[in-house]
């Protein structure tokens, strides 16, 4: 069975920072593009961060450019992002998913989700 587990996610003051982990099981994500998604409430799940295959390039949306970084460590078969001066607008379920070899992370077309960690912001 193919699956993602993330892990990381909690209550953090603004300006502060949280490391996410995407772990696969059942399955190579060195063979995928992983992205990571999130969701505030009341609003649609958004492409963030993605690491695409078979390069390995990063992409990030702008809301977070300069403040996330993507990595993946193959070893470990986990994805991670670390999320740096975060601020309330962050607020939201993030998702990790994977795409079959693929140069990008479209949510549309994501094989295998995540079941979401929640971050908060506040303080």
């Known amino acids: 069975q193919l699956q993602l587990v993330e892990s990381g996610g909690g209550l953090v003051e603004p300006g502060g920072s949280l490391k996410l982990s995407c772990a696969g099981s059942?399955?190579?994500?060195?063979?995928?593009?992983i992205g990571w998604f999130r969701q505030a409430p009341g609003k649609g799940r958004e492409e963030i961060s993605c690491?695409?295959?078979?390069?390995?390039?990063?992409k990030y949306a702008d809301s977070v450019e300069g403040r996330f970084t993507i990595s993946r460590d193959n070893a470990k078969n986990t994805v991670y992002l670390q999320m740096d001066n975060l601020s309330p607008e962050d607020t939201a379920v993030y998702y990790c998913?994977?795409?079959?070899?693929?140069?990008?992370?479209?949510?549309?077309?994501?094989?295998?989700w995540g079941q979401g960690t929640l971050v908060t912001v506040s303080s």
């Open positions: 998913g994977a795409v079959w070899r693929a140069l990008a992370c479209v949510r549309t077309s994501v094989d295998v």
């Open positions: 059942g399955f190579t994500l060195d063979n995928y593009a």
């Open positions: 690491i695409n295959y078979p390069d390995r390039t990063t």
